[in-house]
C-alpha cells in the first residue's frame, strides 16, 4: 500500500516511524524543550539522521486537561517554523500536527505531506476540504470527548466496536467527496482508561479490518508510567517493549519521541520475518 501525500509517496511495504516535535510549553513530556527555531531545527536533523520516515510538527498541547487553541493563536505560534523547516528539509515528509484547517492549508501550501489531526474534523467543517484540496494525507484519530474532559467519562458498552464504528462512519464521510488518503489512529490516551489501552493493543489487529494503514501513539504515555509506578522521563523501556508489540500486531506507523530506540525495535522485529 501506498499514499501519496501532497506530491511524497508514503510506501507502506515497511513500517514507518514518526519522530514528534512539540513546540508547545504545556506538552506533557519535552513541554518547552524545543522554543526557538535553532533548537527545533537541530532536533529535526536528529530525528531524522536516527532513521525518522515522518517529522510530525505540533504547537497545541492535547493532553488531558489541556484547552484548544484558536487558529490565529497556533498561526502565530508555528507560521515560522512551518516556514524554516520546509525550506531546510524540502525532502522530509512532514505532518502538521492540528485541528484548525487554516494551519493545516498553510502547512500543506509549503509543502507538508500529512495532517495529523486529533479531532478527525470534528472542530473544523473545512478540515476534510483541505486535505482534499492539496490531496494529503490524513492522519484521524478517536477520542471520546474533548482533550479538556476526555478522562472524566471513559465508559464504553463495547469499546472495540465503538471505535471501529467511528472509523467507519469517518471514511464514509470522507468517501463521499473522493478522499481516500486516510491513516487511522486508535488514540491511546485520548478518552481511554489505562484498561481499554491495553485491550485496544490486545486488539490491534480488528482495525486491519477497515482497509487502512495504521498509527500508533504510545510514546511516553500514562498507560506506561502509571503501571510502572514511574513517570514520562523514565518510560523508554516500556515505550520500546509496546511500540514492538504494536508493530507485531500490525501497526504501520509508530509515533515516537525517541526515534533511535523505535529503530532498534524495527529491525529486531524485521528479522524475525
Known sequence: MTLNCNGKIL??????????????KDSFFDGGEYDNIEKVNSQVSKLISNGADIIDLGAASSKPGSKLIGPKEEFDLI????????????????SIDTYNSSVADFALSK?????NDISSGKY?????????????????????GDPINMQ??????????????????KIEELEKIEFTNIIIDPGFGFGKSIDDNYEILKNLKLFKSLGKPIMV???RKSMIYKVLNSS????LNGTSILNTLALEKGANIIRVHDVKEAM????LLEKLD
Not at 471513559?154 to 464504528?165: A, G, K, V
Not at 532498534?264 to 529491525?267: G, H, P, R, T, Y
Open 11 to 24: 510506501d507502506f511495504s515497511t513500517k514507518k516511524i514518526m519522530g514528534i516535535v512539540n513546540i508547545s
Open 79 to 94: 507560521y515560522n517554523h512551518i516556514n524554516e523547516l520546509a525550506s531546510n528539509f524540502s525532502e522530509v515528509l512532514f
Open 111 to 115: 509543502g507538508f505531506s500529512l495532517v
Open 124 to 144: 473544523d467543517k473545512d478540515m476534510f476540504k483541505v486535505v482534499k484540496k492539496h490531496k494529503a494525507g490524513y492522519i484521524m484519530m478517536h477520542m471520546k
Open 152 to 169: 472524566v467519562n471513559t465508559n464504553y458498552d463495547n469499546l472495540i466496536e465503538s471505535i471501529i464504528s467511528f472509523f467507519k462512519l
Open 217 to 219: 501513539g504510545l510514546s
Open 232 to 235: 514520562p522521563q523514565d518510560a
Open 264 to 267: 532498534e525495535c524495527k529491525k
